[in-house]
């Protein structure tokens, strides 16, 4: 990761114009979620880790967990803005959700339909036949 980028979890400097932004027209999975959504999404966060350039203070990633506090959590919303890929930012972001904080114990959970290397370094793979998921219904 770059010396000018620095990871912090405080959900009071999340830049929430940043992150609905992103959700709302770059994030295949975030594009049908409102701006309420998000917004509640992040108030009810169990933990964020967003980096942000030293220099500037622009927030040019992110990630978001919820968990029950004890054994279980589930990861979501991990993004790193396009100018700031390749550079190790999500792999920092992931790794400070997961394996640094309260959760280094936890069993992890996430979905995604792309960056299965990543998740696969944190020991991330298909479940096994005990897990059984309900598909989110339309919107009504």
Known sequence: MPDDVELDTDPQRVDVDALWRFLSEEAYWGRSRTRTDVERQLAGAWRIVA???RSS?????FARAV???VALAYLADVYVEPSG???GIGKAL???MIERGPGARFRWML????????YQRF???PPNGTYLERPASPRR
């Open 51 to 53: 980096a942000y350039e």
């Open 57 to 61: 203070g622009r927030m040019i990633g």
């Open 67 to 69: 968990s029950d506090g």
């Open 85 to 87: 890929r390749g550079q």
């Open 94 to 96: 992931v790794e400070e």
């Open 111 to 118: 979905h995604t339909a792309d960056a299965h290397g990543l």
């Open 123 to 125: 020991g991330f793979a």
